[in-house]
């Protein structure tokens, strides 16, 4: 072989030896997205006395039933033993947990003293799972072989906003101009014994809410009465069936001659009132309510008979919320320069009971990399109108032009019949990463064959 032909066949081998990919290892935020696992539950099993791991189950914010076969020596035992280990999220519950059908005997490690009961149906009743192991027994020697478990975890994040009531005022600060209900206090009236004896036909409200976060859709009702120097509210958030310490909240707020007083009420601010967490007869799984008591004093009224009409609104949070554009983030991820991501479908969702239309444009850019992603209409577009509980839909992608980090903020705008601004952002972010040659072990394999070459050549000439 002649010193041209070696270098010939040198080069390709080394051309051969260097791949086109590459990975990093940059350190990045991690957004969520609706449908990511936030955490999960491994699953073990009491074989022969010693605790065996099966396997591990993922969930995401919504309630999903998951399953898992268990292994034969665990199922042949008097009683089948398992431990649901869970880990990540902000928060987890689980709503049923079945051996086949069979419901468990014992749930041990839980907080709630009815836990097998909580844990034995799938209706919104659920036990509070975050950080705990729990034992369950179930009867053994059975023929049933798949653990299911429903169940869901919490982003560690908590997004989205607090649901309005009237819902006329979702997604916008209130003010004196913000819709109220009105309530005339009574001269003569008295406390109430509330929770008891609660009738959704003598409600203030009664407003349908389906939250974005993965909680039950169901209907909040307020009430409002008064004795002679106490403004008596109570609010039944059905769509809240879980216990979150004081993340879950509610909020009244009372406007008279052009001023507004908001007062919270949570498991720690217990001054206007206090949070409860039980079944009723709207909704039959637990869930909360919250129980206002304002002194006519804190706004300035020496009593019910001076009061006049009051203009109410509430709020409530659990880490029940809605979003009008969903998801709030997204990271595309690293993307080659000149190459384009998957897309991203992000859906701008009407959950008001009235009419929403998009304005137009529909949407602005925040930046301060705009013009990295590309944003295309699938059903969305300017001047659409949106009729209550519909949603409309369009596509972003990361096609990076230089390498570095991108960022963006889109925000929808949109209005509703009554003029009333809504508005959602969804910030993305992506990495526009040019290849680093890395070797493979063939690379490198044909590497060192090429060298070899190279230095028998030089070797020969000398
Ligand atoms: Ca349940
Ligand atoms: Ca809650």
Redesign the pocket.
């Known amino acids: 072989m002649n010193r041209r032909s070696v270098t010939v066949v040198a080069l390709v081998l080394i051309a051969i030896a260097v791949p086109v990919f590459a990975t990093s290892t940059a350190l990045r935020p991690t957004f969520m997205t609706p449908f990511d696992p936030q955490g999960g539950f491994e699953v073990q099993a009491l074989v022969n006395g010693f605790w065996q791991h099966v396997g591990e189950l993922k969930y995401d914010r919504y309630v999903r039933e998951r399953g898992l076969t268990l292994p034969a020596a665990a199922l042949a035992a008097p009683h089948v033993r398992i431990r649901l280990v869970q880990h990540g999220g902000g928060a987890a519950q689980?709503?049923?947990v079945v051996l086949g059908e069979t419901p468990p005997t014992r749930v041990a490690g839980a907080v709630e003293s009815d836990a097998a009961a909580?844990?034995?149906?799938?209706?919104?009743?659920?036990?509070d799972a975050f950080g705990k192991t729990l034992e369950l027994a179930f009867p053994g020697r059975t023929a049933e072989t798949v653990l299911r478990l429903a169940a869901r975890v919490e982003p560690k994040v908590n997004e989205g906003l607090p649901l309005a009531f009237p819902p006329a005022n979702q997604y916008m600060p209130l003010t004196p101009d913000s819709a109220f209900y009105r309530y005339r206090p009574v001269a003569a009236g008295s406390a109430p014994s509330w929770p008891a004896g609660l009738d959704p036909s003598k409600a203030l409200f009664a407003e349908f809410c389906r939250p974005t976060t993965g909680h039950p859709d169901g209907v909040t009702y307020g009430w409002v009465t008064n004795d002679r120097d106490t403004l008596y509210a109570e609010v039944e958030f059905t769509p809240d069936n879980t216990r979150d310490g004081n993340k879950d909240f509610s909020s009244a707020t009372v406007e008279r001659n052009g001023q507004m007083r908001e007062f919270r009420v949570s498991e720690d601010q217990t001054r206007w009132g206090h949070p409860s967490f039980l079944a009723t007869d709207r909704a039959r799984?637990h869930h909360k309510l919250y129980t206002f008591a304002i002194p006519f004093s804190e706004l300035g009224i020496r009593s019910a008979k001076e009061a006049g009409e009051l203009k109410l609104a509430f709020n409530a949070y659990g880490t029940t919320a809605t979003f009008f554009l969903i998801p709030a983030f997204h990271d595309f991820g690293i993307i080659e320069p000149g190459k384009t991501s998957s897309a991203l479908i992000v859906t701008a969702a009407n959950n008001f009971p009235t009419l929403v239309t998009l304005d137009t444009p529909y949407f602005t850019r925040g930046g301060p990399n705009s013009n990295q992603f590309t944003l295309t209409d699938v059903t969305c577009h300017d001047g659409l109108s949106l009729p209550a509980n519909t949603n409309c839909t369009f596509e972003v992608v990361f096609a990076p032009t230089v390498a570095g980090s991108a960022a963006d903020t889109i925000t929808v705008h949109a209005h509703t019949a009554a003029g009333g601004p809504v508005t959602g952002s969804v910030n993305i972010l992506g990495d526009g990463v040019i290849p680093i040659p890395t070797f493979s072990p063939l690379g490198i394999a044909l590497l060192a064959l090429a060298l070899s070459a190279l230095g028998y050549f030089i070797l020969r000439r000398r």
Do not use: T
């Open positions: 689980i709503d049923r909580l844990a034995a149906r799938r209706d919104n009743d659920v036990l799984y």
